[in-house]
Nanobody
C-alpha cells in the first residue's frame, strides 16, 4: 500500500526557512511525478513544485512563479524521500503542504503551468496527510 508521510512543518517568522520531508513507501520514483502542493485557508489547492523523476536522477523540475528562487524540490531515491527546502518565507506561504505522487509517461505529465485544474494536482494518485506551515510577519 502506497503511503506518503510529510513532516517538517511548523511556525517561522518571515524571512526564515523550513525543510519539508515526505517519506514514500511502496512506490518507486522511476518514471513518476512527485510534487508538493499547498492549500491556504479559503483558497484552492495549488502546485508549488514538481519533478519528473527517472531513477537515479531528476529529469525536470517545475516551480510555481510565486516560489521560484526561494523553494527547491529534491528527491532522495535511496531513501525514497522527497524534500522541499523553503527559504525567504513570507506570510503568503502559510498553508497546509502536501506531497503527492503519480506515474508519468513523460516530463510533460509533471509540469506546472498546464492549467488551473491540472496545477491543483487532480491527476495525482497518491497524497500525504499534509503538514502545516505558518509564517508570521
Amino acid at each position: 500500500q502506497v503511503q506518503l508521510v510529510e513532516s517538517g512543518g511548523g511556525s517561522v517568522q518571515a524571512g526564515g526557512s523550513l525543510r519539508l520531508s515526505c517519506l514514500v513507501s511502496e512506490f518507486t520514483f522511476s518514471r513518476s511525478c512527485l510534487g508538493w502542493f499547498r492549500q491556504a485557508p479559503g483558497k484552492e489547492r495549488e502546485g508549488v513544485a514538481t519533478i519528473y523523476s527517472i531513477s537515479p536522477g531528476v529529469l525536470s523540475a517545475y516551480y510555481a512563479d510565486s516560489v521560484k528562487g526561494r523553494f527547491t524540490i529534491s528527491p532522495d531515491n535511496a531513501e525514497n524521500a522527497l524534500y522541499l527546502q523553503m527559504n525567504s518565507l513570507t506570510p503568503e506561504d502559510t498553508a497546509v503542504y502536501y506531497c503527492a505522487a503519480r506515474r508519468a509517461s513523460g516530463y510533460w505529465d509533471c509540469a506546472l503551468g498546464r492549467g488551473v485544474e491540472l496545477d491543483r494536482g487532480v491527476e495525482y494518485t497518491y497524497w500525504g496527510q499534509g503538514t502545516q506551515v505558518t509564517v508570521s510577519s
